[in-house]
């Protein structure tokens, strides 16, 4: 491949680099001085960071036409590692995570209630979604002013989960979980609408039941990929296609069954009868042939389901000498491999009896069969926010105060300064940034060196 390459002109070597990713072209500079030249060209790295913005990895909170080569290079290195200060040197004892930027938002709140709602910085970092006052709002965080407020199709609902995917510059799919009180009793329902970020309008594209619930707030993890959103309910995967208006229901084990949809495919995480966990992969395609209809607003919660063992699999991944149960996992799309992921699984130590976090790195290539390697893991105290790089935050008592720990263990784990409990902190998967609401009903995002 590198000699075809090492004999084409320049314009068409670019060409070629601009359907590449970030791994492929470095493999391609380490051939000939010729291609090392021509991968390290400036256009070059535009176009490669500008497919890491299309895939919601690197936010466009800078210019990139000003950065010179070295500088995005450094841009990527830190997206795969964590901001520099989230891992101090080991003969720094008492590290402070130093903060680069903090930008205030002031929409207008009950301050008795706002301190406590859900936030969400979206992958751009230029667009924050928060609950207020029982709904939804949008708000420009370079303007700080609000773009959006969501409008229920349902009388006497409540806002009770949401996220959002972004598709271009100035649009997002969002997903609200809403909880509506009526003369019937308590029901639940998911709404789907385009935003365009820019007018402050938006389109419905799906309204649909959700599975009856006593809780108000039954909703877990709730995630849009592509024309495919779902939502946690227990042990349940309700997973939907906005397009074609279809819904099922996948049935895992029991509640410790995990779910996350990535593009083109289902990952499923179970615990097996002997102990051991399995991590499923189903093609996204074989989901669509499951799906139904859904169901009027006013129709009893009847769903199309079916549990993980009747549906086909790409593969199944078998996790073994991990000496840990899997409870709860995180799963992150390579900023440099495009057919890589990077599994965070929370669980407990059962020798150590704490609790424990271990990675795997999954990849699946188009052609070829799916891979599964243990990455790490290690005895972690602290909460299950994980970012791509393996960082976690954590409450120290005798430091008073959040913390974040780095993969490395051995190293001191950096203070924070954050002013909140976690519960109501969102964490970027890659930028490192943090946003989260104030008892002064106001929104902060902090951003680390």
């Known amino acids: 491949m590198a000699l075809i390459l090492s004999n084409l002109a320049p314009d068409v070597v670019f060409s070629i680099f601009a359907f590449c990713d970030i791994s492929s072209v470095i493999s391609a500079s380490e051939t000939c001085r010729y291609l090392h030249d021509l991968a390290f060209d400036k256009s070059v790295w535009l176009g490669l960071l500008d497919n890491l913005r299309r895939r919601s990895i690197l936010d466009r ?59 969400e910085l979206l992958p751009s970092g230029c667009y924050v979604l928060f609950e207020n006052q029982d709904t939804l709002e949008c708000w420009s965080v370079a303007h700080d002013r609000l ?42 329902f998911i709404e789907i609408v385009s935003v365009n970020l820019r007018t402050g309008t938006h389109i ?54 995990q779910f996350a949809l990535i593009p083109q495919h289902l990952i499923v995480m179970t615990p097996s009868i002997n102990g051991e966990s399995q991590i499923h992969l189903i093609s996204s395609d074989i989901i669509k042939t499951y799906l139904l209809p859904v169901i009027a607003l006013d129709d009893p919660a009847e769903f199309p389901s079916f549990s993980v063992e009747e549906i086909p699999k790409v593969h199944t991944f078998h996790a073994t000498n991990t000496e840990q149960s899997f409870q709860n996992m995180d799963i992150h799309a390579s900023p440099i491999h495009e057919a890589e992921y990077r599994l965070w ?16 790195q999954l990849s699946i290539p188009i052609n070829g069969e799916p891979q599964w390697r243990l990455r790490c893991h290690g005895m972690l105290e602290g909460t299950q926010l994980v970012s791509y790089s393996g960082h976690v935050l954590h409450y120290e008592v005798s430091r008073g105060g959040w913390t974040i720990i780095p993969p490395d263990p051995l190293t001191a784990n950096p203070r924070l300064q954050l002013f909140r409990e976690l519960d109501f902190v969102h964490l970027t998967t890659y930028s490192g940034a943090m946003a989260c609401p104030t008892v002064q009903s106001t929104i902060v995002i902090q951003y680390y060196r």
């Open 345 to 360: 699984i929370w669980g407990l130590n059962h020798a150590a009896n704490k609790d424990a976090l271990v990675s795997y």
């Open 61 to 119: 909170t800078c210019n990139l036409e000003n950065l010179s080569v070295a500088e995005m290079i450094g841009i990527v290195q830190r997206l795969i590692t964590g901001p520099q200060t989230w891992s101090p040197g080991e003969l720094d004892r008492d590290p402070v995570a130093e903060i680069s930027r903090t930008i205030t938002l002031h929409p207008q709140a009950d301050p008795q209630n706002f301190g406590s709602a859900a936030v």
């Open 147 to 188: 773009v959006w407020r969501y409008t229920s199709c349902l009388e006497h609902s409540v806002v009770v989960g949401f996220t959002a995917e972004e598709t271009d510059i100035e649009s997002a799919v969002v997903m609200i979980c809403v909880c509506a009180d009526v003369p019937s009793g308590r029901m639940h």
């Open 204 to 257: 419905p594209l799906l309204a649909a039941r959700a599975p009856d619930s006593q809780a108000m707030y039954p909703f877990f993890q709730p995630v849009i990929c592509g024309a495919l959103a779902a939502v946690k309910f227990h042990s349940e995967y309700l997973i939907m296609n906005w397009r074609a208006k279809s819904n099922v229901i996948v049935h895992g084990h029991d509640s410790h069954s």
